[in-house]
Structures are given as C-alpha cells and as structure tokens.
C-alpha cells in the first residue's frame, strides 16, 4: 500500500523520495503566497525547500492564500497531508521525487479578516503571487490595467472592508500595516508577464487610486515591486499523476506535481524589508530583468503558442507528441529561427540560439505528460502577451509576419470548436463564447476575426498583418491544418 503524505511518515517515505533534512515545525512565516497551484509548488517553493535544506533562513517559510472558490479544494487537500507536496522531477533517462515543506499553513478561501491580520504581521515581509496571466485585469490590447471590471470595481466600492481581488488583499493589509506604523512588505509577482512587478504595481495602485488618492500615493513610493523571470514547465496534476506517484514511489498524495528537471528564476533585488538567500540555491538576482524575460516570454513562451493550436487540431494529445511530429516541429524551428528570435534584444551571457535548442530538447521531454490542451488555454490572454508583440515589432521593422500571423490563424480555427477530424474542442478559454462566435463569422471573412481589437489592438488595422492573417486563415480552411503546415515549411504560404 502507498504511504500516505504526511510530517510523521518522512523516515518511511526517505526510501523512495528526498525528504526534508529540516523540522517543517520549526519554521516560521516570513511569505505570504497568493495562489498556491501547481508552478509555485514547484517552483519558488522547491527553491525555498532547498534555501531551508541548507539551514538558512528557516523564518521565511509560506502561507498560502486563495482568492478562487476553487483554491478551498486545494487547501483542504493539502491540509490533510500537512501541507507537504511531492515534486517529482522528469527528464528523458531519469526521474526522481522528492517531499518539499516550505508551507507552514494555507488560510481558508474567503476569509478577509484573518488574510488582512496575516499580510499586516510584521514577520511578513514578502508577498508573492501566482495568479496566472488573467488574474491581473489587463485589457488585452493596450496592456495596461483595466479599472472598469467588475471584481476591481467591488473591491473600490467597498473600499476594502471585504476583499475579494489579491490587489484588494494586498491593499488592506497595506493599509493597516501604514497606520499601525509597520513597515510594508514587498510585493512579487511570480507570473510569466512582461515587466510583472510594474504590472502588479499598476494593478495594486490603480485599485488604490479608485477610492483613495492619497492612499495610492503612499503605495507607489512606499512599496516595492520586483520584477522577475520565472521557468519551468509544470503540467497539471491529474489521476494519471497520482497513480504513477503511487506505483513508482509508493506514495500517496493528494496533490502531487510532476514537472521538468530544469528551472530558472532572475529576480531584481529590490527588497527593502529584506529576503532570503536564494542566490545560495541558483536564483539570479540582477539589476534589470527585462532581458531575460523577454527572451523568454517571446521564444519559449511564444513557442508554446506556435505549436499547441497545431497539435489540438491534429488531434494530438501530448506536447512531446507534437514534437515528434516532423511539420509541427518544423513549424517551430522556422518561425523561431526566422520571426521571433531575430527580433529579441541581446541577454547577457546567454546564447539565444542555445536557449532555443534547450527549449527544443524541453518541449519534447517524454515524461514530463505536458498536454496540448494546456497550451491551447487561454489564448485570448496568452496571445497578445506571447505573440502579437513579435508581430508588432517584425512590422515595425518593415518585416514579414507570415509565421507569426499563421499561429494566430491557427487559435481562430481552433476556437472554432472542431479539429480538422471534426472532433469536438471542448471551451479551452474563459472567453469562450465569445471566441467560438467570432471563429465562426472568421471562417467567411477573416477580418472579422481581428474586429477584436480589445485583443489585436493597432495590429487589426495594420494592411501587411490583415492581408497575411487573412491569407493564413483562408489556407488553413481550404486545405486543412498538415497541408497548411506543408505549405508554410515550403515557402509557399
């Protein structure tokens, strides 16, 4: 039988999996973590897992916090194993599990007042979040925050008595910390978005300034934002994860994460109420991150992009999969070598031809049971981050957009809700509706298509991107997703 996750079984679990070398009890809070998915267990958890193996810095352990109805599953399950999780680590030839503990305690979803008493703890010193790249209010086409949703709008008009935003949360634990005379705590994004401390800042002080001036004010010189770059690739965490943790280590957890072996995190030091030392366990901590970011959002981030509309409608299940198919990575290594990566600013002591390639050997990792229709998720977000800022630039530069416009072409014809089999794709995007919709008027008059200007933004009214998105969309109805890829490898698109 596997051995159930928990603090008192750590000598038995230690013959399969690495477990802690320290006490979890005897750590203290120093985070607060807003959205405790799979990315940050494995990810800033496992580097502050190993901070903690170190015996370093045992006073900045995690406390989770949920801002979804869904995230009370999360807590309750991981409060039942003592808010342990197994991260096993996959690469092609070799696989290995350890027990991280970096979480002392999760509070319950939809508890306001005891959130706000956590965040205005003086011990509390950082608060991160992973929220996912919706989870910022963005107006998909100018970037920036959108004051006018519905969720910021309550979190004003309440003027933080009860939160329901991680911005409205942040705010109130801001403000009672400034009148309690508590020095703030440090705000970090660990979200895969440009500038993502500027982009919560904007978040954080745009909700500020709906309701009070001055209060905004006081944040923006008071409180820092760092900016930082995040990788690894962590799929999600299903049945067939829970079995496999099972039957190869003997383990039973209810939410274990399963993840590549490889991971990167470039942060600014920029934490006036102090941090641990994660640059004893690999993270890179630099003046300014944008470099480093935007090589990663734009060829490992775009890449995703590029090959997951492909792959869904071929049918093709896994990432790896789409890998081994010779016109989706073909597809891949064109538009990268060709479109994207020639118009990525130089980073230091990094190669980006070399950064490609081992991007090329992650994407096609075996065991990593990354899926399509995670890539596929939430393209009316993901795009305008991932891939219409290549195009933009490209047509800046007076370049041509044929690859870049054709991985566009391909999410419009997946949002049209059936692969080129005519199986059903069911809603991948909480825009759903409104993308079938116009997927549909697209397939006669692509134009149609880019009227979401709220998402393509100047790129919708620039002739060279119509024309070639046009174009793409209409060989892609005329002779399906393969002959379209042909087509495209071959220079005849």
């Known amino acids: 039988m596997p051995i159930e996750l928990s603090r008192s079984a750590f000598k038995e679990l230690s013959e399969t999996a690495a477990v802690p070398s320290y006490d979890p009890r005897s750590l203290t809070a120093g985070i607060v973590h807003i959205g405790v998915g799979n990315f940050h267990r494995a990810h800033q958890a496992v580097y502050l897992d190993d901070l903690f193996n170190l015996g370093r810095d045992h006073d900045w352990a995690l406390v989770g916090v949920g801002v979804r109805p869904a995230d009370e599953a999360m807590r309750q399950k991981l409060m039942a194993q003592d808010w342990l999780t197994t991260v096993v680590e996959q690469e092609a030839a070799a696989s290995h599990a350890r027990v991280t503990a970096p979480m002392i305690d999760h509070l319950r979803v939809g508890d306001a007042a005891a959130t706000i008493a956590r965040l205005a703890d003086p011990a509390i010193r950082i608060v991160s979040l992973t929220i996912t ?28 008595a009860a939160p329901k935003t991680a911005f409205g949360l942040i705010l109130a634990g801001l403000k009672r910390r400034r009148d309690a005379g508590i020095r703030p705590f440090t705000v970090m994004s660990c979200d895969n978005i440009p500038g993502n401390g500027h982009v919560t800042q904007n978040a954080v002080v745009g909700l500020a300034e709906l309701f009070d001036h001055e209060f905004a004010g006081w944040v923006r010189t008071n409180v820092a934002f760092p900016n930082g770059m995040v990788d690894r690739i962590t799929p999600a965490t299903t049945d067939r994860e829970r079995e496999l943790l099972a039957k190869d280590y003997g383990i039973a957890d209810n939410w274990p994460v399963f993840c590549e072996n490889f991971r990167q995190w470039v942060l600014e030091d920029n934490f006036p109420a102090g941090r641990p030392g994660l640059e004893q366990v690999g993270v890179q901590f630099v ?191 005329s002779i399906g997703t393969k002959a379209t890829l042909e087509a495209y490898l071959n220079d005849r698109l």
């Open 133 to 160: 790249e919706g989870g910022y209010y963005i107006d998909p086409a100018t970037q920036r925050f959108d004051p006018t949703h519905p969720d910021i709008a309550a979190d004003a008009k309440d003027r933080l």
């Open 287 to 477: 003046k300014d991150v944008s470099p480093f970011e935007h090589m990663k959002i734009r060829i490992l981030n775009g890449g995703h992009a590029a090959i997951a509309y492909p792959a869904g409608l071929l049918d093709i299940h896994f990432v790896h999969e789409a890998m081994a198919h010779p016109l989706i990575r073909g597809f891949l290594e064109k538009l990268e070598r060709e479109e994207i990566i020639p118009i990525v600013p130089p980073v230091p002591d990094t190669s980006l031809t070399d950064y490609y390639e081992l991007i090329e050997r992650r994407f096609s990792n075996p065991k990593i049971g990354d899926t399509v229709t995670r890539l596929c998720l939430d393209g009316s977000n993901r795009q305008p981050k991932f891939i219409l800022p290549s195009a933009a630039d490209r047509l800046k530069a007076g370049q041509s957009v044929t690859g870049l416009a054709l991985v566009s072409a391909f999410w419009c014809r997946y949002c049209y809700g059936e692969t080129d089999s005519g199986k059903v794709i069911p809603p991948n995007d909480p825009s759903w509706n409104r993308l079938n919709q116009e997927a549909r008027r697209a397939r006669a008059d692509p134009k149609a298509w880019l009227g979401m200007t709220d998402i393509f933004g100047d790129l919708a009214r620039e002739p060279a991107y119509v024309t070639a998105f046009s174009h793409a969309l209409d060989t892609i109805w």
